[in-house]
């Protein structure tokens, strides 16, 4: 998988901060292409705040809605009606008053199992891509928010599990989870959530300092292997910097 650049660190004051500035990069992001837009959503705590902000009427009434399609870098294997399903969480927070429903792409959880629908979601960004192999010339993502979980994974890649090497599959089913909540899941896998103009990780808390350490040692959880072919993007609160970093916009 090629990457571009080591992330940039950029640090806000504090989450409600941290929330406007993804809110103002995913907004320049939309600025900058004229076409259609793609934008992979994540799940989780992490990104709330800045899902609430772009479902209040002032940044709504910003958004393109008729050519912009949301996309979910990975779910939990549950029912959509499952208050752990992430792309149900982002659609009642912010996407099903003002998205096209056609422009709204959940992992479908109906699947008989995560491969079933890890197989279906593969087949669906590949329509929308138009081919079946990915062009670094050609993003499939104009953006992909990110975050970190408390062992380093991101999206559903866990650290040891085998799917974090997967270079030939769009999708990948997860049978376990490390961390709660402990139901199977379906992500993206990295050559995909690489294929993208930007790549921003939401990092956010006191909880999130220790994990946060350990990325910026260098250690090679999954977090730090997730790289955007275009740039990448650490945007981290007060809360979860460790001592002695500095970072600016």
Request: hydrophobic fraction near 45%; glycine fraction near 8%.
């Given at each position: 998988?090629?990457?571009?650049?080591?992330?940039?660190?950029?640090?806000?004051?504090?989450?409600?901060?941290?929330a406007?500035?993804?809110?103002?990069?995913?907004?320049?992001?939309?600025?900058?292409?004229?076409?259609?837009?793609?934008?992979?959503?994540t799940?989780?705590?992490?990104?709330?705040?800045?899902?609430?902000?772009?479902?209040s009427?002032?940044?709504?009434?910003?958004?393109?809605?008729?050519?912009?399609?949301?996309?979910?870098?990975?779910?939990?294997f549950?029912?959509?009606?499952?208050?752990?399903?992430?792309?149900?969480?982002?659609?009642?927070?912010?996407?099903?008053?003002?998205?096209?429903?056609?422009?709204?792409?959940?992992?479908?959880?109906?699947?008989?199992?995560?491969?079933?629908?890890?197989?279906?979601?593969?087949?669906?960004?590949?329509?929308?891509?138009?081919?079946?192999?990915?062009?670094?010339?050609?993003p499939?993502?104009?953006?992909?928010?990110m975050?970190?979980?408390?062992?380093?994974?991101?999206?559903?890649?866990?650290?040891?599990?085998?799917?974090?090497?997967?270079?030939?599959?769009?999708?990948?089913?997860?049978?376990?989870?490390?961390?709660?909540?402990?139901?199977?899941?379906?992500?993206?896998?990295?050559?995909?959530?690489?294929?993208?103009?930007?790549?921003?990780?939401?990092i956010?808390?006191?909880?999130?300092?220790?994990?946060?350490?350990?990325?910026?040692?260098?250690?090679?959880?999954?977090?730090?292997?997730?790289?955007?072919?275009?740039?990448?993007?650490?945007?981290?609160?007060?809360?979860?910097?460790?001592?002695?970093?500095?970072?600016?916009?």
């Open positions: 998988m090629e990457t571009a650049e080591q992330p940039k660190l950029i640090v806000a004051a504090d989450a409600e901060a941290l406007l500035t993804a809110a103002e990069r995913v907004m320049a992001r939309i600025a900058a292409n004229p076409s259609r837009i793609a934008i992979c959503l799940g989780g705590s992490s990104p709330r705040k800045l899902y609430q902000l772009l479902g009427d002032a940044w709504r009434e910003r958004i393109p809605w008729e050519r912009v399609h949301w996309f979910i870098g990975d779910e939990r549950v029912p959509q009606s499952d208050p752990l399903n992430n792309m149900a969480v982002a659609r009642a927070t912010f996407l099903d008053r003002s998205a096209p429903s056609g422009h709204i792409h959940p992992i479908p959880t109906t699947a008989e199992n995560p491969d079933r629908a890890a197989e279906a979601y593969a087949h669906e960004l590949q329509a929308f891509y138009g081919a079946d192999r990915l062009d670094a010339a050609r499939l993502f104009d953006m992909v928010l975050g970190v979980g408390p062992d380093g994974h991101t999206a559903s890649l866990f650290p040891g599990y085998p799917e974090v090497k997967e270079t030939e599959r769009w999708v990948v089913g997860v049978p376990n989870a490390n961390v709660a909540p402990f139901v199977p899941r379906v992500s993206l896998t990295l050559p995909v959530l690489a294929s993208s103009h930007e790549m921003l990780f939401g956010a808390g006191h909880e999130k300092r220790p994990i946060l350490t350990r990325l910026l040692n260098g250690e090679t959880l999954p977090a730090l292997r997730a790289r955007s072919n275009g740039e990448t993007v650490w945007l981290v609160d007060q809360a979860a910097l460790p001592e002695g970093i500095r970072g600016g916009r």
